[in-house]
């Protein structure tokens, strides 16, 4: 294009440019750095490169830039396109300089186009007449059009554009008919998957109730289908409903990454059915929820929680405190697992908190931040409180946006193909991938689940390499979670506080009640009791506002035991449950309930405590075991061997209601119940056990005053 435009090829000084909406004048010029003088005397330093960047950067004076010939779109044109343009370019060249393209340096310039002898428009209208007789009919008009656009556009303005058309995807259909097959396919986001003639009664239905009827005419039937298979492209309108609505769902702007440079910076939560059947408290099969929390910067999980299908508030803030507190090792679990024989800084750590001593080999991770979204039991009081009461920065993702949390959502996937598919009782992410014995498969029992996720959180998740973890001087290895805790804990200078044992009991839920004679306490018709309580037995707490009751701390997974805050004398009193010795091991509230529900089914009162004790014993037993065949619950128990220990009451009614005895059963499920019972000694905790009771150790609960970690194992 050389001696078309004539548009000087530097920028010198005294040049005046245009810059920010102001003239300026060019006064001096270092290397890259140019300094302007403006119109009202102002001085400005500038880089070269962001002067020419500028939207409004234009060279006073200087003839319109050249225009760079679009290779990209030429080579998609047909090749006698091209050929044709390019034509074209020989003759504008040879018009505006009297010589063709190509041509030697001193080749004659052509009498008619010589630029000196003869003006544009003489050498335009030769041209003309030059193509004319060459057999292609042009005007002078057509000369001038061509010369512009080739001067404004390149040798792209010299292409026919009737080539580069693009096909409309719907064709010549009528833009009503158009408008309506849009309106229908967006409607169908929320709806269930149907058929496209589905979809073409509902356009005809729209169309007239919009026109009239019959007034908009539709296409054939064949154009229908490819208007909406063009229409639907990417929107999955008659594929999977789920697919459809995570599309929807999907926000139109750029997808960003999210970083946090120090563990605890932020944390996401979240609550999902994890893909296994366990056995839950009523003996049957079914799915169980997990409610996670995992650290952003370290990819750690801080905490999961498993319980029936239906989280509630109080199970999101107890996640919260097991988040703060360190994970316990559990007996036979490997010495590998401790936190001793991690990458994680254990020597420092103890040293701040002697519980560290026989940690589990996963960092304790305090928030700053947690992202929740917009389920009650995050936006609850209980959790909200809870989360107030840590320090804790609540920040709630946008509705119907999983890309807020996106990391959690990506760590249940994680945990299903990690985790979830290597357990028996494993049932696929959809019905299309279910197995036909899943139920009886599921020999897990919630409380044994829980147990197997802690460890392998422990030695699966936390010391497997992550892709989105990289170390600054190694960016191609993956770091494990607790490589990534090292690093981040040297670079930021990191440590975690732990909850103390009182408060984590803070944290518990809290009710308030009486202390009964004998220094007991009654909670949903349990009694737990302690020597400690005797001496405030019918005596007011002096809290007025409530009337003089006490306040009481439990733990939903584990209500073996209760806490009682001493407002006479501060502190907490610990008090375990009078019949736990018929039960033998944990359980928690939900269970109870079950159990109070079965005995109520059975014509039993479900008030009477040692009636649902047994029951609760042989539910928790049947759980155990699994739902093998021949398996029978509480019902089933001997009714002539519960009367010797049973109120005359209960044992009429099981004697009326219940099958033939059955003495092996019976002798194996309550051999501590028909022991006789000795004289009260306290217990390490000033409670007064029962007869027959055993050390209870919680399945995944965190006992808040044992700071030697080795008296909880």
């Known amino acids: 294009m050389s001696g078309l435009i004539e548009r000087p090829s530097v920028l010198r000084i005294n040049d005046r440019v245009v810059f920010a909406g102001t003239t300026h004048t060019v006064v001096a010029i270092s290397g890259a750095t140019i300094r302007l003088l403006s119109s009202a005397g102002a001085t400005t330093v500038i880089a070269l490169p962001y002067l020419l960047a500028a939207e409004d950067f234009e060279l006073v004076g200087a003839g319109p830039a050249p225009k760079v010939d679009s290779h990209g779109l030429l080579q998609a044109m047909p090749a006698e396109v091209v050929a044709a343009a390019r034509e074209w370019e020989q003759h504008l060249i040879e018009l505006m300089t009297g010589v063709k393209p190509g041509a030697e340096p001193d080749a004659p310039v052509r009498e008619e186009y010589d630029p000196v002898r003869h003006s544009l428009t003489e050498r335009e209208?030769?041209?003309?007449?030059?193509?004319?007789?060459?057999?292609?009919?042009?005007?002078?008009?057509?000369?001038?059009?061509?010369?512009?656009?080739?001067?404004?556009?390149?040798?792209?303005?010299?292409?026919?554009?009737?080539?580069?058309?693009?096909?409309?995807?719907?064709?010549?259909?009528?833009?009503?008919?158009?408008?309506?097959?849009?309106?229908?396919?967006?409607?169908?986001?929320?709806?269930?998957?149907?058929?496209?003639?589905?979809?073409?009664?509902?356009?005809?239905?729209?169309?007239?109730?919009?026109?009239?009827?019959?007034?908009?005419?539709?296409?054939?039937?064949?154009?229908?289908?490819?208007l909406l298979d063009a229409l639907s492209v990417g929107r999955y309108s008659f594929g999977s409903a789920v697919t459809r609505r995570q599309t929807a769902n999907k926000p139109g702007r750029a997808y960003t990454a999210t970083i946090a440079s120090r563990p605890g910076e932020q944390v996401q939560l979240d609550s999902t059915p994890l893909d296994v059947m366990a056995v839950m408290e009523d003996g049957l099969p079914g799915r169980a929820e997990l409610v996670l929390a995992i650290d952003i910067a370290t990819r750690t999980i801080c905490a999961g929680v498993l319980r029936p299908v239906g989280a509630k508030a109080v199970d999101a803030a107890l996640l919260l405190a097991r988040v703060t507190v360190p994970e316990p090792m559990r007996p036979g679990w490997d010495a590998a697992l401790a936190m001793s024989a991690s990458r994680i800084p254990h020597q420092r750590l103890v040293s701040l908190d002697a519980r560290m001593a026989l940690a589990a080999a996963k960092p304790v991770i305090v928030p700053d931040t947690v992202v929740i979204d917009h389920g009650k039991v995050f936006l609850s009081e209980v959790f909200l409180r809870a989360a107030d009461t840590l320090g804790i920065s609540v920040q709630p993702a946008h509705q119907q946006t999983p890309t807020d949390k996106a990391i959690v959502e990506r760590t249940f996937e994680s945990i299903n193909t990690l985790f979830c598919q290597h357990v028996s009782g494993y049932t696929g992410r959809d019905v299309t991938r279910r197995g036909a014995d899943v139920a009886a498969r599921a020999v897990w029992s919630l409380p044994d689940l829980q147990e197997l996720f802690d460890e392998w959180v422990v030695a699966g998740w936390q010391n497997r390499p992550h892709d989105g973890l990289r170390h600054p001087f190694s960016p191609d290895q993956a770091a494990s979670p607790n490589d990534a805790y090292a690093a981040l804990v040297a670079a930021a200078g990191y440590v975690p506080v732990s909850l103390t044992g009182e408060d984590y009991i803070e944290l518990l839920p809290a009710d308030w009640r009486s202390i009964g004679d004998g220094g007991s306490i009654q909670i949903d018709y349990r009694t737990y009791s302690s020597r400690e309580l005797r001496p405030y037995a019918r005596k007011s707490s002096g809290i007025t506002s409530r009337a003089g009751r006490w306040e009481?701390?439990?733990?939903?997974?584990?209500?073996?035991?209760?806490?009682?805050?001493?407002?006479?004398?501060?502190?907490?009193?610990?008090?375990?449950?009078?019949?736990?010795?018929?039960?033998?091991?944990?359980?928690?509230?939900?269970?109870?309930?079950?159990?109070?529900?079965?005995?109520?089914?059975?014509?039993?009162?479900?008030?009477?405590?040692?009636?649902?004790?047994?029951?609760?014993?042989?539910?928790?037993?049947?759980?155990?075991?699994?739902?093998?065949?021949?398996?029978?619950?509480?019902?089933?128990?001997?009714?002539?061997?519960?009367?010797n220990h049973l109120p005359a009451e209960f044992a009429a009614a099981v004697i009326e209601a219940e099958p033939a005895p059955e003495p092996e059963l019976v002798d194996e499920l309550l051999p501590a119940a028909l022991e006789p019972s000795p004289p009260d000694e306290p217990a390490a905790d000033g409670s007064i056990p029962a007869a027959g009771s055993v050390d209870v150790v919680p399945f995944a609960m965190f006992d808040p005053f044992a700071d030697d970690l080795e008296a909880r194992r």
């Open 125 to 226: 209208r030769a041209k003309a007449r030059e193509l004319t007789e060459a057999g292609t009919a042009t005007s002078v008009r057509t000369v001038q059009r061509m010369r512009r656009r080739y001067r404004e556009q390149g040798l792209w303005g010299l292409v026919d554009t009737r080539a580069a058309r693009r096909a409309k995807p719907t064709g010549h259909v009528d833009a009503r008919v158009v408008a309506a097959a849009v309106a229908v396919i967006q409607a169908q986001t929320g709806t269930s998957t149907g058929t496209k003639s589905r979809a073409i009664r509902q356009i005809r239905q729209l169309l007239d109730d919009e026109h009239g009827e019959g007034v908009v005419p539709l296409p054939s039937q064949t154009t229908c289908y490819r």
């Open 552 to 643: 009481v701390h439990y733990d939903p997974y584990d209500v073996s035991r209760i806490w009682v805050r001493d407002h006479h004398h501060g502190g907490w009193i610990t008090a375990g449950w009078t019949h736990q010795n018929v039960v033998g091991q944990p359980f928690a509230d939900f269970t109870w309930r079950a159990s109070r529900r079965l005995a109520a089914e059975r014509g039993l009162d479900d008030t009477n405590e040692m009636a649902v004790a047994v029951i609760l014993s042989a539910l928790l037993r049947r759980a155990e075991q699994g739902p093998a065949a021949g398996r029978v619950l509480a019902r089933t128990l001997s009714a002539q061997s519960m009367t």
